[in-house]
């Protein structure tokens, strides 16, 4: 499959920040196929690049005292021009600054953001590292999903901060769901989840990943000490199953 065509707003890079990096590196090693390249630590802090093929795919990073209390999740990047603009574009509508724009030396620059429903979302200005180089292939990221508690801002404030042309694919009581672009061309969705969310879980973004074969996923994932928050089931999309890693990070597959 070509290299995913990096365009301003749309998903770019996915990491993960995990409580425990060696066990992270050996369960999404063996599930997906991941090789790994650790970075420089005085420069890059450790922070860990899984290839798929020698390609890259995602990031991992171990989590360090200050952020002892957060869960360990994935996290999506949208890709910006200008991550100083997107920062000020973000407060003036409605979202706050997580962590200000910062360089990474030679690769380019990263922020995270809380959108206006309170999800936090990462962003990208691109140097010699453009984002991932491969995805929608088994163990690489196929889709990026906004589970919002709060729809009409939330898709406001991608719009109005990121540029995003989007499309309604659903507007019924039971789902409302907008994608940022349309049909097969499609690179993320937005859903309303106000109805799903436990009072106690804010707005968040999920990533799933392409697998050739979920119920075998989800049989060697649980092996390799996973937790099974949805069963795998048919969708109109393909075979779906929501995981947690063995430190507690959600993640979606899909067939």
Same mark, same amino acid.
């Given at each position: 499959m070509p290299a995913p065509e990096s365009t301003p707003g749309a998903p770019c890079w996915i990491d993960l920040m995990t409580s425990d990096i060696a066990q992270a590196r050996q369960f999404y090693g063996?599930?997906?196929?991941?090789? =790994?390249? *650790?970075g420089d630590e005085e420069k890059y802090g450790g922070y860990t690049t899984a290839r798929k093929n020698g390609k890259m795919v995602a990031g991992l990073m171990q989590k360090d005292e200050s952020q002892a209390g957060m869960p360990? /999740?994935? +996290? *999506? =990047?949208?890709? +910006?021009?200008d991550a100083e $603009?997107? $920062?000020e574009a973000v407060t003036a509508n409605g979202g706050q600054v997580y962590m200000p724009p910062m360089d990474v030396p030679e690769q380019?620059? /990263?922020a995270i953001f809380g959108d206006a429903s309170g999800a936090a979302v990462g962003v990208w200005q691109p140097r010699e590292m453009r984002g991932y180089e491969v995805v929608a292939e088994p163990g690489t $990221? $196929?889709?990026h999903e906004l589970m919002t508690k709060d729809y009409d801002a939330a898709v406001k404030f991608y719009q109005q901060v990121f540029g995003w042309e989007t499309e309604v694919m659903s507007d019924t009581p039971e789902f409302r769901y907008t994608t940022l672009g349309s049909g097969d061309s499609a690179k993320a969705g937005i859903m309303d989840a106000s109805g799903m969310l436990p009072a106690e879980v804010p707005s968040y973004w999920q990533v799933y990943f392409h697998v050739a074969d979920a119920d075998a996923s989800v049989e060697k994932a649980v092996g390799l000490g996973a937790t099974v928050h949805h069963a795998a089931e048919? +969708?109109?999309f393909g075979r779906m199953a929501t995981l947690a890693d063995p430190t507690g990070a959600v993640f979606k597959i899909i067939a």
């Open positions: 063996e599930l997906f196929g991941w090789e =790994y390249e *650790t360990d /999740m994935w +996290s *999506t =990047y949208l890709r +910006s021009d $603009a997107t $920062a380019g620059h /990263m $990221a $196929a889709w048919d +969708s109109p």
